[in-house]
């Protein structure tokens, strides 16, 4: 094996030949390239893929891995995503990227032209890894890794030596927030197919229908019977309630069914409907469920869920710097700021959701009352378009915080594949410890993971660049796929699309 200070020289090498990626100059009147950056946020999810590798593959430094994953439980379980720069698959925010991608596409799939066909395929990869996860009924497996050995090590996912652990719910380790968001993905992902592929369709919300079945008759929080597998990494901090109102809501509007409608109606306020927290993500699906329901009642004028516009609005006043009811931080730049945990998967959110219920509500020729204060669809595109904007450079550190995006972007984010040399460059096995000295290091990442959107600035807008600051420098799955919906739309609302 190679010693530590031959894989720096090589990465040094490496590195010097690694130009600046430049954005194209936007169009006139944007203050971005939203089309750029819309395909570079898509192509992100082919670095994130686990399993066998297609030929059309683009981003090419990253090669097959996990081709074993669920021997372990004797099922197959290859395929899906790594959540972010671990070699560990989490059902649970896999599940919600899913149904986050889906949405993307099902309100904003109109504008994408040349790129719906890839966000499909971003889709698809993770539905397929879904369809093996709930083949058996009541048994749903939520995870293959063991993250507590893999943080243990730093190596490429092509490398990958520690333990392919399986875990999974079933009715006697019940883990209704995984099973709820799984059935989620797979309704609003077969709604994405409905046209394009039928059978696909058919199969997804056939599946969609068995797994909410099965979350809501074995009610149970999954951080409890796998705790030591899933805390503290995506522990279910918010309970399981917030999951079966979205679930509801995507079997609602991929079925049509009245069942679904009625369990809404009679279950909506048990299930948080009408709580006023306010931060939307893998864990807390509460404002989603309410801003997709908004739209039954403004759009669909399905009187019956007449309080969700209340609901949707209060969240919506919540975001809104000055306005009665503002409940949300902005940092001195102008950035939403939540938390210092990954806080930019707030902001894509966010900004997500404002594009869509402005949406909602053009079609409905409605605004939003935040007590007393008028807010228009217009003022709600203008905030989200200033959180993209700053996401894409228009901040304090003039930094884009997407990889490949602009002049100056992160150069040594948390992510193991893209930190060590790619297998084509240095196909010698790179063993569990020894890439820490490049993890610890100041070297720029050879591979750039573009499109990767990181964890972001902290409260003051700093943002130090370093490779160990998983707070800040850690891309996901779940930052990216709200931003897919956001993108189309503003690429396309200033005639770059």
Known sequence: MASASSFLHHLLLITTLISAATAHRPHRGATHNYKDALTKSIMFFEGQRSGKLPPNQRITWRKNSGLSDGAAMKVDLVGGYYDAGDNIKFGFPMAFTTTMLSWSVLEFGGLMKGELGNAKEAIRWATDYLLKATAQPDVIYVQVGDATKDHACWERPEDMDTPRTVLKIDRNTPGTEVAAETAAALASASLVFRKSDRTYSKLLLKRAIRVFEFADKY???????????????????????????????????????????????????????????????????????????????????????????????????????????????????????????????????????????????????????????????????????????????????KMSYMVGYGSRYPRRIHHRGSSLPSISAHPAKIQCGAGFSIMHSEIPNPNILIGAVVGGPDEKDHFPDERSDYFQSEPATYINAPLVGALSYLAHSFGQL
């Open 219 to 397: 009610r149970g929080t999954y951080s409890n019977g796998l705790k030591r597998f899933v805390c503290p990494y995506y522990c279910s901090y918010s309970g399981y309630e917030d999951e079966l109102l979205w679930g509801a809501a995507w079997l609602h509007k991929a079925t049509r069914s009245p069942k679904y409608l009625n369990y809404i109606q009679r279950n909506g306020q048990s299930l948080g409907g009408g709580e006023t927290d306010n931060t939307f993500g893998w864990d807390n699906k509460h404002a989603g469920a309410r801003v997709l329901l908004s739209k039954a009642f403004l759009v669909q004028k399905l009187q019956s869920l007449h309080d969700y516009k209340g609901h949707a609005d209060n969240f919506i006043c919540s975001l809104i710097p000055g306005a009665p009811f503002s409940q949300s931080e902005y940092t001195p730049g102008g950035l939403l700021f939540k938390m210092d945990d990954s806080n930019m998967q707030y902001v894509t959110s966010a900004s997500f959701l404002l594009v869509t219920y402005a949406k909602y509500l053009t079609q409905a020729k409605k605004v939003v009352n935040c007590g007393g204060s008028i807010v228009t669809p217009k003022r709600l595109r203008s905030i989200a378009k200033k959180q993209v904007d700053y996401l894409l450079g228009d901040n304090p550190l």
